[in-house]
């Protein structure tokens, strides 16, 4: 159940983190990548409380983290390097 909790609270941290990205000056850009960060360790996280002894794998959790994966790479690769 908490592995649940942890996964739906990284949704609105991707949301505000690529409009960071896309919208944000260039300190502040710097912060989306860092909440982007923050979501890929989530990510980290939910897997272990998820494969805690006694419990078995959610058949959904490689879907349900390809979202903060794809977006990662989506960002980096269409957002300008230089302002």
């Given at each position: ?7 739906l ?27 982007l ?7 980290t996280?939910?897997g ?7 419990r078995?794998?959610?058949?959904e ?6 979202p ?9 690769c ?6």
């Open positions: 159940m908490l592995a649940n909790w942890i996964t609270s990284r949704f609105p941290l991707l949301l505000l983190s690529v409009l960071i990205l896309y919208f944000g000056s260039a300190t502040l850009r710097l912060a989306g990548v860092a909440l960060f923050l979501g890929l360790m989530l990510d996280v939910d272990m409380v998820a494969r805690k002894p006694g078995r794998a959610c058949s959790a490689c879907s349900i983290s390809r903060t994966a794809l977006t990662s790479w989506s960002c980096g269409a957002l300008p390097i230089y302002d």
